[in-house]
């Protein structure tokens, strides 16, 4: 099944060609990916939705460099990451990739601000857009010198997409970025996502469970069994 | 070091008791080394403060209680001193007595029979030199068990009386013994089993128990050579140290109890960071996702264990030299000694960052796609 972007994009953002992910072998085999093609363009926020084991995740996983697939191509930026070393690939990650993941997934010892400042000091330069800047863009500079505890649950996930764009990233890969939210939070937060994907000109690929915000996607697709198709 | 300092202040309850262990043990350290120290200066700091380089024992003489258990003549000495390289030879006879003071308390005392013009008798810091049969000039540490200038010693069985007539600068003692400083002669009549006013046979004023050696220009001479011509067995006077009564087992118990403790910080050290590393291993799968590198988080990781081991061993040695500075001149046998204990430190911290090393390490296995969805 391919499924691509709509015609006007030009620039390719992430795109996945004919990948196959399989775990174990003989009769304990699994697969997670089943020959999934799929582009991103720059700009374009996707959702993709389906039950839980449908290989959400492992695409993700691929997508990100984190997997590597037993076949297929993942170009990010015009780079195959399937040739590049485990050292290349945090490379990459670092320069071209940004993850938001559930609950934020911050670290409990920096304030708001020094989550971000953490990825300055992780590619070792500063960030295009200053942190404070980005904080202000997700609505929280007001809690820049406040520590994960003291967050609610939609504000770490706030902080967590501001950190996602310091490195002003191709691709951004969110994991189910509401699934500890309520609804008024989950909208929040997808709205935050759409608009940072649009003003920062990123691909972003959302994994999700919650249908109540797709409103807010550019496109959505479905993952049941390892294949994708349009929802 | 931007990570580290953040979770060190973060996580201060934590970081604090791991910080209160390794004082511990630091002050455990400094305390062991200045017992060791101190049974170092108890045990042989009458030779160890002596300008003696070597030490010619009779031959075939055993290491253990050699000192008391060797006998050397006068004319093996005169073969030492007429060797090129040895700038002076002359015997020392050594000897453990009781004795009582004038007093009647009793006092156990080791006897160095040494030539009253020779390169070994001591200055007098209180008093003056011996100048004649039956004088002593006493260890300093001597003054602490009651005795004082002009007292007059008894030895136990013999009746030899001494006079004190001087104390050294420092401690003088052997076998944890304080050291008399007293004539040959004297020694030797001691040595024969001469009593009180009793004249030895005239053989026994020519031996004693070592010949004690200088080398010119304080180097150790050639000692086999001597030895061949002298017919002795001769050791450089750190290698004497063995000779002292009780001397190496005191130290190599000392050394074991230190390694224990040496191995035991280790462990705890790296004890605590794996379970820290444990616990952290949701945030170093995430900082591993974002793309930071195995070498950014071990750096960041080994340089919050080399913070958290130097404070602590800082305020730990502190606090162990405090209270080994009121241990010091008590009777316990301790020494605060510069050298042993930076050395001890320093193994501390190094084994301490070896710990944490490898419990750090793990974050290399840290597969970073555990950060994401189900697989956390």
């Given at each position: ?131 404070e ?9 007001q ?64 994994v ?21 198709r349009?929802? | ?6 979770e ?75 060797q ?6 002359e ?150 140290f ?33 379970l ?14 974002m ?29 162990g ?32 960052l ?23």
């Amino acid at each position: 099944m391919t499924t691509t972007a709509p015609s006007t994009r030009t620039r390719t953002g992430l795109k996945l060609t004919d990948v196959t992910l399989t775990f174990g072998d003989g009769d304990d085999q699994v697969t997670a990916l089943d020959h999934v093609d799929l582009t991103v363009v720059p700009g374009e926020l996707i959702a993709i939705v389906g039950p839980s084991g449908a290989g959400k995740s492992s695409l993700l996983a691929v997508a990100g460099g984190l997997a590597r697939p037993t076949s297929g191509s993942v170009v990010v930026v015009d780079t195959d990451l399937i040739g590049l070393s485990s050292r290349a690939l945090a490379a990459f990650r670092r320069d071209h990739l940004g993850f938001v993941f559930q609950s934020g997934n911050l670290v409990p010892a920096l304030t708001a601000l020094d989550q971000l400042r953490l990825v300055e000091k992780i590619t070792g330069r500063r960030a295009t857009t200053p942190p404070e800047e980005l904080l202000r863009a997700v609505g929280m500079d007001q809690h820049a010198g406040r520590r994960p505890g003291r967050l609610s649950g939609g504000e770490r996930q706030r902080v967590g997409i501001a950190r996602a764009l310091v490195a002003s990233p191709s691709v951004l890969l969110v994991d189910e970025p509401t699934a500890a939210l309520d609804r008024r939070r989950s909208h929040e937060i997808v709205e935050v996502l759409a608009f940072q994907t649009h003003e920062f000109s990123v691909a972003t690929v959302m994994v999700t469970h919650d249908h109540d915000v797709l409103e807010h996607c550019d496109r959505v697709l479905e993952m049941i069994d390892g294949r994708l198709r349009p929802l | 070091m931007f990570l580290a300092l953040r979770e060190l202040a973060f996580a201060r309850t934590r970081f604090g008791l791991m910080a209160a262990v390794i004082a511990m043990i630091a002050v455990l350290m400094v305390l062991l080394s200045g017992l060791s120290s101190g049974l170092v200066v108890d045990g042989v700091s009458g030779l160890m403060r002596s300008p003696i380089g070597a030490v010619a024992f009779s031959e075939g003489t055993k290491t253990d209680s050699a000192f008391t258990r060797s006998e050397v003549t006068r004319a093996q000495s005169d073969t030492w001193a007429a060797q090129g390289d040895v700038a002076d030879a002359e015997l020392l006879g050594t000897s453990i007595v009781n004795a009582k003071n004038g007093d009647g308390s009793p006092l156990d005392l080791t006897l160095f029979g040494v030539e009253p013009d020779g390169f070994v008798t001591p200055a007098a810091a209180q008093g003056r030199e011996i100048a004649g049969p039956g004088e002593a000039v006493l260890s300093s540490s001597a003054r602490d068990e009651g005795v004082a200038l002009g007292d007059v010693i008894t030895l136990s069985r013999l009746g030899t009386t001494l006079t004190v007539v001087g104390f050294t600068a420092d401690q003088r003692t052997f076998g944890h013994v304080d050291v008399a400083f007293i004539p040959l002669t004297t020694w030797q009549e001691v040595h024969a089993g001469a009593m009180a006013g009793e004249q030895p046979s005239p053989e026994a004023y020519d031996v004693a128990s070592v010949v004690a050696l200088r080398g010119i220009d304080g180097r150790t001479p050639d000692l086999a050579a001597g030895d061949t011509a002298a017919h002795t067995s001769a050791r450089t006077i750190k290698a004497a140290f063995d000779s002292s009564p009780g001397y190496a087992a005191e130290l190599m118990t000392m050394q074991l109890i230190k390694a224990f403790l040496y191995a035991i910080s280790a462990l705890v050290v790296g004890a605590f960071f794996t379970l820290w590393t444990v616990q952290r291993t949701r945030e170093l799968a995430v900082m591993r996702a974002m793309g930071a590198s195995t070498r950014f988080l071990l750096t960041d990781g080994v340089l919050q264990a080399a913070i958290l081991l130097v404070g602590a061993l800082a305020v730990g040695m502190g606090v162990g030299l405090a209270f080994g500075g009121l241990l010091q001149g008590t009777g316990i046998p301790f020494a605060l000694a510069t050298g042993p204990i930076l050395a001890g430190g320093a193994l501390l911290l190094g084994l301490g960052l070896a710990g944490a090393a490898v419990a750090t390490a793990r974050i290399a296995s840290i597969d970073p796609v555990t950060a994401l969805g189900e697989n956390r």
